[in-house]
């Protein structure tokens, strides 16, 4: 058994630290979930620590793919601004980033799939840079769908205050923070706002 502080150590330990945590209700949902030891862009500040990538499939809301689920060096960070304990790293793990994995396997429309739907006359690429845009923050656009994100915070936060599963005060802060970003962002993106054909 490798334990969190060994992985926070020893990076060639992170994979298989990774693979002991047990994903319960979402691993159904999971393909894979792997650390990724290097990325071109440092996302920690941001509060990127772990990803998943949709499939097309699931952003136009048909159902059945399983997705991997990334962790980023920086989930490991001693002096991270998002984990800073065992429990906020499987809280990430399995309660947020689970909760994605899920909706991406359940096809869980997102605005973008909706309105790629709904406006098809203008074509699928404009719907990707208009419709699913969610807030700009120092330069970094977010792309993560409004509802998508509240689900899986809510769970994160749902999960801490029944005792399943606490969380620091530090990601607690961070995950009300950020709720409270996403409900402040309108559900839909005017079309005249990037399209004034």
Not at 39 to 48: A, I, L, T
Not at 77 to 106: M, W
Not at 135 to 164: C, K, N, P
Request: with cysteine.
């Amino acid at each position: 058994m490798v334990t969190f502080e060994e992985a926070r150590r020893e990076p060639k330990l992170r994979q298989s630290y990774i693979e002991q945590v047990d994903l319960g209700e979402f691993a159904p949902y999971i393909q894979d979930v792997c650390y990724v030891s290097s990325r071109n862009v440092n996302k920690s500040d941001k509060g990127f620590v772990m990803y998943i990538l949709g499939s097309r499939r699931a952003v136009l809301g048909i159902p059945g793919t399983k997705p991997t689920i990334y962790v980023l060096p920086c989930a490991f960070k001693r002096n991270s601004k998002v984990i800073t304990t065992e429990d906020d790293f499987i809280s990430v793990l399995k309660y947020h980033e689970g909760t994605h994995a899920k909706q991406n396997f359940k096809g869980t429309p997102t605005e973008l799939g909706a309105t790629a739907r709904y406006i098809k006359q203008y074509g699928l690429v404009e719907c990707i840079f208009f419709m699913n845009r969610q807030f700009y923050e120092d330069g970094l656009l977010l792309f993560s769908s409004r509802e998508q994100e509240i689900e899986a915070y809510t769970r994160q936060l749902t999960a801490h205050s029944s005792g399943e599963a606490p969380i620091s005060p530090t990601l607690e802060s961070f995950v009300k923070g950020r709720f409270k970003r996403y409900l402040g962002v309108p559900q839909t993106i005017p079309l005249e706002i990037y399209a004034p054909w």
